[in-house]
Each structure stands twice: as C-alpha cells, then as structure tokens.
C-alpha cells in the first residue's frame, strides 16, 4: 500500500502570498497517477490537477502541480480570499484503489 | 449540467444496514467507472468503492469488504451502495463521484454534496 504523506499539516498565509504544498509518496506514483484535490467547510472536494501537473477544467491558472516519484507539489502563485481550504493530493494505485493523503489546511494568516 | 445527488443517508444502530443511492445527470452515465468516497467527521477521504461501466468489475477498500455492495442501474443512471453490519467507524459523509481513467491521468473529476450516514445505539 502506498502511503501519502503531506506537508504542512497546517500553512498560515495571507492573501497575495504563494503557497507551496508537499505530498510525499511511500513509493514511486506515476505521474498520471497523482492529483489534487480542495475542499471548502461543508462541501464536496473539487478537483483541481490531475496527471501531477494538467489543470482541471475551469482552474485558475494560478493554481499549479509539478514532481515525479515521492514528491509531488501543489503551487498556490499568488492567493485569493477563497483558496484558504483543505488540499488533498490522492493516488491511484493496487490496494487500495485510491489513496489520500491526510489534507493540508490553509488558513489566513 | 453535470450532476451527482446523493440520497439514503440516516442514523441507523450498529450492526443495522442502509442503501445509499446517487443519481446522475447532465452525462453518459453508462460510459464511467463510478465512486463511493467517505469522510468522517473531521477527518480525511477514504476512498470506499468503485464499479466499472457494465458492473462487471468492483473493487473495495479493505475495511468495507465482505459488508459493503455498490452496484449500478445504468437505465435509471443510477449508482447504489448497500452497507450491511454497520459499525461505529462507518460513520460518515459519503461521497458519489465519477472516475476519470484517461492517459493523462486517473481521478474523480465530479462529485456529488454527500449524504451523512450516523451509525449510534
């Protein structure tokens, strides 16, 4: 089973700033394997970047995911008042299907 | 518009059972591999269950296996999951989402606003 682990638990930022997110693997992810997910109190999570990098329909452009292997990140350029929520990165793998990792929480700093 | 609505959801005792169910609109509902994905109170997703087009392939989490059935009506664009011995730790939101398997990448691109599933004596 592959173990996603991400980084920080916790990111306190302000708006306007840039925000980096890790998500380390247990083991080498294909690429097209790994994206990204936000979710907002109360809602459903949206998808954001799928293939590590490929922006979903719709995303802004300032959302941005980059790596390969055990370490893959999400980039926030430059954030907006709504982008403060919960990042989730996942993976498709064997057992289980699909894995998350435990979220990271943005929050205004 | 692409849609997914869960229903079914309640409190129910443990060990009792219940069967959630997702309607889709706005798309080819037979041509998608489909999810359940849960999340407990304050916690993260676990993915639970997926089902190929025709029903002919599923697959679960180990935790739901043996107790868990999803399953799918494609003449009423219709996704089910039928939880039986139910646990204190089923407790949750379950999520109704659409798999994506292309070249670019495998991932559940809509999902649905979810349905609370309590299960309490």
């Known amino acids: 089973e592959i173990v996603l682990t991400q980084s920080p638990g916790t990111l306190s930022l302000s708006p306007g700033e840039r925000a980096t997110l890790s998500c380390r693997a247990s083991q080498s992810v294909s690429s097209s394997y790994l994206a990204w997910y936000q979710q907002k109190p109360g809602q459903a999570p949206r998808l954001l970047i799928y293939g590590a990098s490929s922006r979903a329909t719709g995303i802004p452009d300032r959302f941005s995911g980059s790596g390969s292997g055990t370490d893959f990140t999400l980039t926030i350029s430059r954030l907006e008042p709504e982008d403060f929520a919960v990042y989730y990165c996942q993976q498709y793998g064997s057992s289980p299907l699909y894995s998350f990792g435990q979220g990271t929480k943005l929050e205004i700093k | 518009e692409v849609q997914l609505v869960e229903s079914g959801g309640g409190l129910v005792q443990p060990g009792g059972s219940l069967r959630l169910s997702c309607a889709a609109s706005g798309f080819t509902f037979s041509s998608y591999w489909m999810s359940w994905v849960r999340q407990a109170p304050g916690k993260g997703l676990e993915w639970v269950a997926n089902i190929k087009q025709d029903g002919s392939e599923k697959y679960y989490v180990d935790s739901v296996k043996g107790r868990f059935t999803i399953s799918r009506d494609n003449a009423k664009n219709s996704l089910y999951l039928q939880m039986n011995s139910l646990r204190a730790e089923d407790t949750a939101v379950y999520y109704c989402?659409?798999?994506?398997?292309?070249?670019?990448?495998?991932?559940?691109?809509?999902w649905g606003k979810g349905t609370t599933v309590t299960v309490s004596s």
């Open positions: 989402a659409r798999d994506r398997y292309q070249l670019l990448g495998y991932y559940m691109d809509v």
